[in-house]
């Protein structure tokens, strides 16, 4: 009997991690599975060859994406090809909507279950697409504890599996061992710096989270930031920060991010993108401000569609601003500055921000077990291979 395959279509680098994490929990329940679909390092290193690479998927807003859009044909219809001739037991398309979600009506005709992992986020803007969505997947898996009841009222299976970067490890790494392996001080500052893991965000965000460290460090001497980063933007990370006031220190390496981030959760804070980097900062304990900005015309266009009030995730999950938030013309140099400074120098702010970490991550566990584990039933359920 062949073993079952399973298609998995990864379009960016969080997903890319999502989707590793699945596939060893997929196979922990069920041996010798296989799988086939795209993907970057992370499901590479579980043994999955990506189709073609994930890099070419990792395009986001409006303008961006417009003179990409030729290729981006061809990729879905070599794509939707490749499913056809395999026929897999099941198709996962982890979040990355814009092309996941054409995938799934492409290949809706051939009958096979699809499973969507990340919930597009109905509830902030555009709630109409929730028919489109209805059309297209079988079953929607959650990050965020109030997603299910939205899309199962519009008769769509949903599965709270919990938010993945509890099981991430950013709160177990050393750093001691971070700050001893790069020659920092016990009480220097370290400035995490994640300016997102699309290259049109880092190209947006670097020159200005630049021009916030040069005002930043001469109030703050010895203050080191660090990048971590993914291989899809490292080169351009690496050529956007020749220039920094501070050189800084770029990682690629898993383990040491975490060892990054428990030098910064001791003496230190966070410049970040909006999105789940906000949750990674508050599971590790660093306070932090989120900046964000986008090309203009998208913004215009966002402004009218947007329903919700906070970027942040951590501020949406507690209801009230948490984390400093500093979105398009508010995204200032001297306005990032400002901020930062207040988090290095003021610790009743900083301990405020880590009391309201603690109400939203007991808000993003699954009932029982590790998100992957539970994203992985649901897999099965869906496929017909769970008992």
Not at 2 to 29: K, M, N
Not at 154 to 178: M, N, Q, T, Y
Not at 224 to 239: G, I, K, N
Not at 371 to 378: G, I, L, N, R, V
Request: glycine share 8%.
């Amino acid at each position: 009997m062949t073993t079952p395959l399973i298609y998995i279509v990864a379009g960016e680098a969080s997903g890319d991690v999502l989707g590793a994490r699945l596939v060893a929990a997929l196979r922990a329940r069920v041996p010798g599975i296989r799988f086939a679909g795209i993907g970057g390092d992370r499901l590479a290193e579980q043994g999955m060859a990506s189709l073609f690479p994930m890099r070419e998927l990792a395009l986001m807003g409006l303008i961006e994406v417009l003179p990409n859009i030729r290729r981006l044909a061809r990729r879905l219809q070599e794509t939707t090809d490749d499913i056809a001739a395999r026929r897999p037991a099941a198709i996962v398309t982890i979040d990355s909507p814009g092309f996941t979600l054409r995938l799934a009506e492409r290949i809706r005709p051939l009958g096979i279950p699809v499973i969507h992992y990340v919930a597009p986020q109905i509830w902030a803007w555009r709630p109409g697409r929730i028919e489109k969505i209805k059309a297209r997947v079988d079953r929607i898996l959650c990050l965020l504890p109030f997603e299910p009841v939205i899309f199962e009222a519009a008769g769509i299976k949903a599965d709270f599996v919990g938010h993945p970067v509890l099981e991430s490890g950013v709160d177990a790494g050393d750093g001691a061992r971070f700050r001893a392996a790069h020659g920092i001080a016990p009480d220097a500052p370290v400035l995490i710096v994640m300016p997102g893991s699309r290259r049109m965000e880092v190209k947006r965000l670097l020159p200005i989270f630049g021009a916030a460290l040069r005002l930043l460090a001469p109030r703050h001497p010895g203050l080191v930031p660090v990048l971590p980063v993914s291989a899809v933007v490292a080169e351009a990370v690496r050529a956007g920060t020749a220039d920094w006031p501070v050189k800084p220190i770029l990682v690629t390496d898993i383990a040491e991010k975490h060892d990054a981030f428990a030098a910064a959760a001791q003496r230190g804070a966070g410049l970040i993108k909006s999105g789940t980097s906000s949750v990674e900062m508050a599971v590790a304990g660093i306070p932090h401000l989120v900046a964000y900005r986008v090309n203009p015309i998208t913004a215009a266009i966002v402004r009218r569609l947007v329903r919700v009030p906070f970027a942040s995730l951590v501020n949406l999950l507690a209801e009230r601003l948490v984390v400093p938030e500093y979105l398009q013309e508010a995204a200032t140099p001297a306005a990032l500055a400002e901020g930062l400074h207040a988090l290095l120098a003021d610790g009743s702010s900083a301990g405020t921000q880590r009391a309201g970490f603690a109400e939203v991550l007991a808000k993003l566990r699954p009932p029982q077990g590790l998100p992957s584990a539970a994203a992985a039933e649901s897999v099965l359920q869906q496929a017909k291979l769970s008992g």
